[in-house]
T-cell receptor
């Protein structure tokens, strides 16, 4: 079945540590997104990528980095510069055109030790 | 002010009731999406609208582009409809903007 796979489901970060969240899709979608969700709040855009080797900062990109070396993969690194990383992280892709549709991974809950 | 406003924030209904969730936005858009998020966090897409109305089973979504407003209706609500419903808009680029969500609880 086609879809988006995020891993791990739960992740713990120590002080000063960088951690990387994985996002893989086999839907052949160009557009991919990373969102952060805090309790009671809407999804906020961290980064998005419209095509391989290209990505743009979203509203809350500080303390995060991404890469898009392959169409299928859009990993997110939460760096030590992100002082409040505890949140639920969602990866998504978009099927374009008249039948536009969003697809989401199952999410990663990141917590700080 | 958020670009996407949803109301109500929380909604409790009895099984069988007709439910309406509203979404207003302040930017020009190419598309509007209604999404459903269940406990555990997974999100599924319900509808994409660029105009008019769409129906899928007991769910109906409408959009008024001139008024920058969309509604999601659930007919004959059921406890399994309990979830957070999210409105998201795509302005005329590839970005997406999300409402804070409406938490629906349907009691048997």
């Amino acid at each position: 079945d086609g879809g988006i796979t995020q891993s791990p489901k739960y992740l713990f970060r120590k002080e000063g540590q960088n951690v990387t969240l994985s996002c893989e899709q086999n839907l052949n979608h160009d557009a991919m997104y990373w969102y952060r969700q805090d309790p009671g709040q809407g999804l906020r855009l961290i980064y998005y990528s419209q095509i391989v080797n290209d990505f743009q900062k979203g509203d809350i990109a500080e303390g995060y980095s991404v890469s898009r070396e392959k169409k299928e993969s859009f990993p997110l690194t939460v760096t030590s510069a992100q002082k409040n990383p505890t949140a639920f992280y969602l990866c998504a892709s978009r099927y374009p055109g008249r039948r536009e549709k969003l697809f989401f991974g199952s999410g990663t809950q990141l917590s700080v030790l | 002010k958020n670009e996407v406003e949803q109301s109500p924030q929380n909604l409790t209904a009895q099984e069988g009731e007709f439910i309406t969730i509203n979404c207003s936005y302040s930017v020009g858009i190419s598309a509007l999406h209604w999404l459903q998020q269940h406990p555990g966090g997974g999100i599924v897409s319900l509808f994409m609208l660029s105009s008019g109305k769409k129906k899928h089973g007991r769910l109906i979504a409408t959009i008024n582009i001139q008024e920058k407003h969309s509604s999601l209706h659930i007919t004959a609500s059921h406890p399994r409809d309990s979830a957070v419903y999210i409105c998201a808009v795509r302005p005329n680029n590839n970005d997406m903007r999300f409402g804070a969500g409406t938490r629906l609880t349907v009691k048997p």
